[in-house]
């Protein structure tokens, strides 16, 4: 039976088409069919006297094959090698054409190479849009792209040793040596990406001076314990080369030692990312806790270590104070990573934040917490409950007085806008509320603000007073160290009154607050931040001189940090 596009369409009984109507039939143009059949992809069955071509009725369907194959790229000769071998006319055996099935798979390994180049390529020029490149590092860029994997390893591999030129730490070496990447045989984009930017990474000299700092640490606390570099090398929370969390400087240790510092380096960040959320200062007595469980943790790590500490003292919050500090080097950070993204391991968690944060609280509490409990006595319910109702009170004036305007003004807060510094006093209200009712809040970095300033601090407050007096708050302890609910609550009241009059600066108001609470705020704030340290990551600056006269208020802030001039 015959195709019925065909069949009758030829009214001198032949059967044959004309090129007119082998195009209307299939949709090809009249040009293409004539090109096709010149180059012998689909010969004529016959031409009229007057010289014009006709087509047999296999013609459509053999126009669909060129077609078909055309579209998929292959080339004409391939197309007619095709066409005389599968067609019953065509040439078949061994030594013949290709057959179709091999036709495409010689054109799929052609396509899967072009496609490789234009990954690359694409590469090349995202990177180059990323990095913001001149055009005179375009070439440098593609050759990087287009290295061997030796030659790939060869430019790490000279990196390594020059940047660790003369430093004794053969462990360190051959760790950074072992970490060297290979690209896959099929990378992806992003994978290329990342070793364009690794090779420009490692001509950096700030990488060079970072990793060297990291050997010399390396080497010194293996020489310091007599011990051969490749055994004695410290645990370091950075970015492994074998694991994706934060891990060792160096080589690693036996396996279980190994894998508990992996588990430590994971706690610490862990740790230290939720007391960023909960907004737990690190200077604030509810760092010390989390300090004490890290010390304990890691100890058990350092057995193989120069002098290894066995408890929790100075000296062994000393001895990880400079491992984290050794260890924050963000350029190797990103170099850890960028090894990770070429070689298709997930990347490492970041780092940055838990380890500011455990260092900050490691400087503010340089030993165990001994407990002063002389900064709980003194606190009276009544009077702690009538500074909050007073501060409270001038506090909301001026919160009712700022105007969406001034959201945005900056505060002696670094850092803090307007807007900022009233979520946080919100906040502060909101936290005390939930420790009067047993169940502390952890949302610390949600917006409490919402759309109006003004209804979401009078609420706060509200439900603040209501907590104080409904929970016997201002009677009873919490915490490990019992503290009374009238000092957590006096810390509000500190707090309130030393951003109230942040505010007051920032929208020209004012600063003198609540002058019946002040006085007493002030002597409360001495008795119970007066030891506190003022270091790098403390929740309060030096304390500043305050000018003669000045009121209690203004002398609250110099005494945190501000300057009431």
């Known amino acids: 039976m015959g195709d019925p596009r065909v069949d009758g369409m030829n009214e001198d009984g032949t059967g044959l088409l004309t090129i007119g109507e082998l195009a209307r039939l299939t949709g090809v143009p009249v040009k293409t069919i004539r090109s096709w059949s010149d180059k012998d992809l689909l010969p004529p069955a016959a031409r009229t006297p007057a010289g014009y071509r006709l087509y047999g009725p296999d013609a459509p369907a053999r126009l669909e094959i060129v077609r078909s194959l055309r579209e998929l790229g292959i080339g004409l000769a391939a197309v007619r090698s095709v066409l005389h071998r599968e067609l ?19 054109w799929a390994d052609a396509l899967d190479a072009q496609i490789r180049t234009l990954r690359l390529q694409s590469a090349v020029l ?21 290295l061997s994997a030796r030659e790939r390893r060869r430019i790490l591999t000279d990196f390594v040793e020059d940047a660790l030129d003369g430093v004794d730490a053969p462990a360190y070496r051959s760790g950074l040596l072992a970490a060297a990447p290979d690209l896959p ?4 984009p992003e994978q290329i990406g990342a070793w364009i930017e690794l090779a420009a990474l490692v001509r950096e000299p700030e990488l060079r001076a970072a990793l060297r700092r990291l050997a010399e640490y390396s080497a010194r606390t293996a020489r310091a314990a007599g011990e051969p570099d490749a055994t004695g090398e410290p645990h370091v929370p950075g970015e492994s080369h074998t694991t994706s969390g934060p891990r060792t400087a160096g080589e690693p240790d036996p396996a279980g030692q190994e894998q508990a510092a992996v588990r430590v380096a994971e706690l610490m960040r ?16 509810a ?49 850890w990573q960028l090894l990770c993204t070429v070689t298709g391991r997930p990347a490492p968690p970041r780092w940055g934040t838990a380890g500011a944060w455990t260092a900050a609280a490691l400087r503010a509490h340089p030993g165990p917490y001994g407990l002063d409990r002389s900064a709980f006595d003194g606190t009276d319910p009544d009077r702690v409950l009538r500074a909050y109702e007073q501060v409270t009170r001038d506090v909301a004036a001026l919160v009712a007085a700022v105007r969406p305007e001034d959201l945005a003004l900056p505060t002696p807060c ?3 806008s307007v807007r900022e510094l009233l979520g946080h006093m919100v906040w502060e209200n909101l936290m005390a509320t939930s420790i009067a009712e047993d169940a502390p809040r952890s949302d610390h970095t949600a917006d409490h603000l919402g759309d109006d300033h003004r209804a979401a601090f009078d609420a706060s407050v509200r439900a603040a007073l209501a ?12 915490g490990p160290y019992e503290a009374p609910g009238a000092m957590i609550v006096q810390q509000v009241v500190v707090e309130l009154l030393a951003h109230g009059w942040d505010l007051a600066r920032s929208i020209g108001a004012p600063t003198g607050l609540a002058p019946e609470a002040a006085e007493e705020t002030l002597a409360a704030a001495r008795r ?38």
């Open 88 to 106: 019953p006319h065509g040439l078949n055996g061994m030594g013949g054409p290709p057959s179709l099935a091999e036709t495409a798979a010689q």
């Open 185 to 188: 045989d099929d990378p992806t």
């Open 414 to 416: 670094a850092g803090w």
């Open 528 to 565: 119970i931040y007066g030891a506190a340290p003022r270091t790098e990551g403390s929740s309060f600056a030096p304390e500043r001189s305050a000018p003669p006269g000045a009121s209690a208020t203004d002398r609250l802030a110099a005494f945190l940090g501000r300057d009431p001039g």
């Open 287 to 335: 760092a010390e806790p989390v300090v004490a469980e890290l010390v304990a943790a890691w100890l058990p790590t350092q057995t193989g270590t120069a002098d290894p500490p066995t408890e929790d003292n100075p000296g062994a919050r000393a001895r990880l104070l400079e491992q984290l500090e050794t260890a924050a080097e963000p350029v190797v950070e990103r170099y």
């Open 270 to 285: 862990i740790r230290g990312e939720a007391a960023v959320a909960a907004g737990i200062a690190p200077d604030s007595p």
């Open 126 to 146: 995202r990177s180059v849009a990323a990095r913001g490149s001149a055009a005179e590092e375009l070439p440098y860029m593609t050759e990087v792209a287009r």
């Open 467 to 478: 907590a104080f007096t409904g929970s016997g708050m201002l009677r009873r302890t919490y």
